[in-house]
């Protein structure tokens, strides 16, 4: 299985109108619109977060009810011991299952770390898993998808390549039981957002990501992968805010059962079960008497 952890993506039902999600998307849009519409709020005041959002995902357990908040972007030291104990790669690991970050980590964010911890929840939970970064045997996924980093965020790729990268994310699977894209670039996208509208390079770029996502799944479709879809919390969908947004978030999938998840937690429970995995004792994470 290939899973697309899309980062601040809100669900196109949530949109305003002129959003990202008012393009043609001849893979991507299909797949949503047969899919499910999550709550990542949780009942919490507040904007979701991608560090408790994330860590819903990955353990399947409420994360804003461990931490007492919405929190992010990072995880720190709560949450990180809840990814540490329950994290999906942690868990499939300890049963020999194969999982791995396709995500390609450059030297100088490598050295970064090495300076100072400040991973996502997603290289967190595989590096806490002893499971390495730049894996061999994986092609290395640039999460801009072929955008520059920066403005004015010009193609150093074209849709036609991440598509031929997610026909190769396809082959790789083959000799894994989860593969794992960590899509953060749309959450930084999402954040240039402002009232009047964002600056005519972040649009653009914000179309051309999505439209990148959708090529990326193309390609994985093209070449028979599963393939799963979610998001941790909306963002780029609304480019009149910089802030995250309550919009409901994507869960889809292509060869899985989605069942009736209701919300992120619900869902990342499901992905577990997929791999036969039981549902993690929330007790034993301290979850019943969130840490002080």
Same mark, same amino acid.
């Given at each position: 299985?290939?899973?697309?952890?899309?980062?601040?993506?809100?669900?196109?039902?949530?949109?305003?109108?002129?959003?990202?999600?008012?393009?043609?998307?001849?893979?991507?849009?299909?797949?949503?619109?047969?899919?499910?519409?999550?709550?990542?709020?949780?009942?919490?005041?507040?904007?979701?977060?991608?560090?408790?959002?994330?860590?819903?995902?990955?353990? /399947?357990?409420?994360?804003?009810?461990?931490? /007492?908040?919405?929190?992010?972007?990072?995880?720190?030291?709560?949450?990180?011991?809840?990814?540490?104990?329950?994290?999906?790669?942690?868990?499939?690991?300890?049963?020999?299952?194969?999982?791995?970050?396709?995500?390609?980590?450059?030297?100088?964010?490598?050295?970064?770390?090495?300076?100072?911890?400040?991973?996502?929840?997603?290289?967190?939970?595989?590096?806490?898993?002893?499971?390495?970064?730049?894996?061999?045997?994986?092609?290395?996924?640039?999460?801009?998808?072929?955008?520059?980093?920066?403005?004015?965020?010009?193609?150093?790729?074209?849709?036609?390549?991440?598509?031929?990268?997610?026909?190769?994310?396809?082959?790789?699977?083959?000799?894994?039981?989860?593969?794992?894209?960590?899509?953060?670039?749309?959450?930084?996208?999402?954040?240039? /957002?402002?009232?009047?509208?964002?600056?005519?390079?972040?649009?653009?770029?914000?179309?051309?990501?999505?439209?990148?996502?959708?090529?990326?799944?193309?390609?994985?479709?093209?070449?028979?992968?599963?393939?799963?879809?979610?998001?941790?919390?909306?963002?780029?969908?609304?480019?009149?805010?910089?802030?995250?947004?309550?919009?409901?978030?994507?869960?889809?999938?292509?060869?899985?059962?989605?069942?009736?998840?209701?919300?992120?937690?619900?869902?990342?429970?499901?992905?577990?079960?997929?791999?036969?995995?039981?549902?993690?004792?929330?007790?034993?994470?301290?979850?019943?008497?969130?840490?002080?």
């Amino acid at each position: 299985m290939v899973w697309l952890a899309l980062d601040g993506v809100g669900h196109p039902a949530d949109a305003p109108p002129g959003s990202v999600w008012e393009q043609e998307l001849p893979a991507l849009r299909p797949l949503i619109d047969a899919g499910l519409a999550l709550d990542a709020t949780l009942g919490v005041p507040g904007l979701p977060q991608s560090g408790t959002g994330q860590s819903c995902w990955l353990t /399947g357990l409420d994360a804003v009810r461990y931490m /007492g908040e919405h929190f992010g972007p990072h995880p720190g030291p709560t949450l990180q011991r809840l990814l540490r104990h329950s994290s999906l790669p942690a868990r499939l690991k300890a049963v020999g299952l194969r999982a791995a970050l396709a995500n390609h980590y450059v030297p100088q964010y490598l050295e970064a770390q090495a300076r100072r911890p400040r991973m996502g929840c997603f290289p967190f939970s595989f590096t806490a898993a002893g499971l390495p970064l730049n894996p061999p045997g994986v092609p290395p996924l640039g999460a801009t998808l072929g955008l520059g980093y920066r403005e004015p965020f010009a193609a150093m790729q074209s849709p036609a390549e991440v598509s031929r990268l997610g026909q190769a994310l396809a082959r790789a699977a083959q000799n894994h039981d989860l593969i794992v894209a960590d899509l953060w670039f749309g959450d930084l996208l999402g954040h240039l /957002g402002r009232a009047a509208g964002p600056p005519a390079n972040a649009r653009a770029a914000a179309f051309a990501y999505l439209d990148r996502v959708d090529a990326l799944l193309a390609g994985l479709l093209d070449a028979g992968a599963r393939v799963v879809l979610g998001s941790d919390h909306g963002n780029l969908e609304d480019l009149h805010t910089k802030s995250h947004t309550v919009a409901r978030v994507p869960f889809a999938g292509v060869g899985v059962e989605l069942g009736a998840a209701a919300d992120v937690v619900e869902a990342g429970g499901l992905i577990a079960a997929w791999f036969g995995l039981a549902p993690v004792n929330s007790a034993a994470t301290g979850l019943e008497a969130p840490p002080g």
